[in-house]
């Protein structure tokens, strides 16, 4: 069965921006962006590097003067213990120099191997610090999630690399004026020669490059498959159903699918580089060949004494080197700059959608929450979740919001929460529109038990507490209105005890301590609007019952209890007791009232509600 069509997993798109012409225009960009990020990440050993390998350069042309200067003083006429007196002065700058030379060499590539570390750590920061505060809708975008992935899975290391090849380039242009200097002071006719010579070698490493980039960009989604499977397949979580289910071939074929897709794709890859490369070098040695006859030529006809075609000959050599380092440079630069470029625009794309800072700060007093006419989409939808809403939450009430599956009830809540923005309509806070409220300062009035809680790989305490500094008798007093402080008290470290068993004294959780886990985060937070999705829905009736008498017990009695509680579920007779109760419906408001209002209505609650009545009696 084919359940993943290729065209699912595969850009066939073609990519404007691989043209090699565009890319040479980026090249200054890209090595200015990236030493701007390894100057935030250390001036000193950004300069040093620069600094030391542009000596090490003008100390090659100094090497290759004195060189000539040698083989000048040893090929004139005289007897040899004259010649070799004067060819003296030179030979001791050739070694002063070429140690020199080599000194820096060390020191410069010692300074570029303590920036790659920190350029890495920067780069993959400001990439965290992004991902984490981008709005929640972009994390629902499967264009921008893929482009996450790529600047994830290579762009944030692009940083380093680029700043490596950057770096290279530099280091390889300054070699080359120093070869090129050189030759002109020499002899000049062989300069363009040197030039042509290197450029097929430099053209197919640069074409292979893009090849190559093509291929991973047009894999990027299926690659992203193939990992969600890979991790799938060999973690804990998913695997006692892998079993039970007998899922293991239904998977394997899955992760063929993709895997396959990826693997001819490089196989076809590697054919094409091999091509390239093939080409790039047989005209390389051809070209070569005619340099190395036409300096023959020269010598033979006398235009250019031995020595002169001596220190030619090195210089060539020299900047033939320099040159394909330059080229392997810039096609470094080029190669991982098209992955630099994923993360750079990444970021900005991220920047973008991060939430602008907001002026206006939340009312000291909650008063309300009112919902007004709100409608939601979530990207690349085409039924919108929520449809004219409107609802109100007042200073110490009990709102449930109930309805079936898909009906909209999560989204409502965090659209309430001001964790997605609403396409048309407002949230009004205290009277004041959510969208310019400072929402940093919103979100420490809100306390949320999501139905999708997150199990967190830290310990209990932390758990509960996530990150922010609590006394113990808060964080215990969460955890005994959720039921679970005396669990945590028998785990080995108590609070501290490590709730994650793939490490060592590690522990884990049942379903529904962890559910009890999240909602003592959730009290934990003091706050004055409580949001609680489906916080009993892997609690057993009893255990349920239990939860919400306490909830309602907290509410009646502590003065550090939410002001507001908004609870979402599908337990019916948890809601007796709701000031109000909204009816959602395939993401419309359908009813709303009490629960008397709502039974004498006869609608849509009441049929539930006695759905519900009488699976519960006998
Ligand atoms: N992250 C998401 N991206 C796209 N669609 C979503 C997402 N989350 C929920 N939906 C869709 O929005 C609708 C409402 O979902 P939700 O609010 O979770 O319903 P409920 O909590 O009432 O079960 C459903 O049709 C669901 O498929
Ligand atoms: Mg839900």
Redesign the pocket.
Known sequence: MELAPHSLWYHEEALPQTRLRTIVRRLPALVRTALKLAWKASPADTAATIGLNVIVGLLGAVGLLATTGVLDALLTGGPAPDRLRAAMPALIGVAAALTARSLLQSTAAWTQSRLKPRVDRLAERRLFELTTAVALRA??DADFYDAMQRARSRGARGAALVVDAGVGLITSAAGIAAAAGTLAVLHPVLLPLLLVSVLPAGWATAHSARMQYQVIYKLSTSMRRQWILSDLMADRRPAPEIRAFGMRDFLLEQYDDVARLSENAHVDLARRQALARFAGEATNGVVAAFVYAALGVLLMAGAVPLAIVGGTVLAIRMGRSSLSALVGAANDVYDEGLYFSDYLDFCKEAEHRTSQHRLGLPAPEFAGVEVHEVSFT????E?A??RDISLKIGKGEVIALV????????????IIAGLYEPDSGTVLWDGAPLALLDRDAVRQKIAMIP?DHTPWPLTARQNITAGVDIDDDAVIGAAELAGIHRTIEELPEGYDTLLDPRFKMGHELSGGQWQRVAAARGFCRRAPLLLC??PTSALDPRAEHAFFDSIRHFAETDPAAPQAIVL?THRLTSVLMADRIYV?AG?RLAESGTHPELMDLGGLYASLFKLQAEAYTP
């Open positions: 994390m629902d979530y990207p690349g939808a039924r979740a929520l309805g079936e599956n898909g009906s909209g009830k999560t989204t409502l809540a965090k139905q999705d489906e979402i959602l993401g």
